[in-house]
């Protein structure tokens, strides 16, 4: 199973940005998908979850501002990112708990995509 990234770039604070992120492979369904980021310095940091049942959780820091969806035919979770801030400024890594058959039965397993900067500045 990978988990595909795109979307990150440059923007001018109050810019806007789309992350989005596709899960393939192995694949018996989709859990939780979401977003984490880790700026410079500092630990990496939940950003917004969606469940399957399309249940969202956002950081107190991007609440009204950020918005996480998700397809679940193709597999895919998306982030819409409004009214940037420098403090959003961050490599962006998405996850997924995926259930996937291994050799034996199939299993939960927690997958990280490759990081996508996302950098706000004038």
């Known amino acids: 199973v990978q988990l595909q990234a795109s979307g990150g770039g440059l923007v001018q604070p109050g810019g806007s940005l789309k992350l989005s992120c596709a899960a393939s492979?192995?694949?018996?369904?989709?859990?939780?998908m979401g977003w984490y980021r880790r700026a410079p310095g500092k630990q990496r940091e939940l950003v917004a979850i969606?469940?399957?049942?399309?249940?969202?959780t956002y950081a107190e820091s991007v609440k009204g501002r950020f918005t996480v969806s998700r397809d679940n035919v193709k597999n895919t979770v998306s982030l819409q990112m409004n009214s940037l801030k420098p403090e959003d400024t961050a490599v962006y890594y998405c996850?997924?708990?995926?259930?996937?058959?291994?050799?034996?039965?199939?299993?939960?397993?927690?997958?990280w995509g490759q990081g996508t900067q996302v950098t706000v500045s004038s």
């Open positions: 492979g192995n694949i018996f369904s989709v859990n939780d």
């Open positions: 969606i469940t399957s049942g399309s249940i969202t």
């Open positions: 996850n997924a708990d995926v259930l996937t058959m291994t050799s034996l039965s199939l299993a939960n397993v927690n997958y």
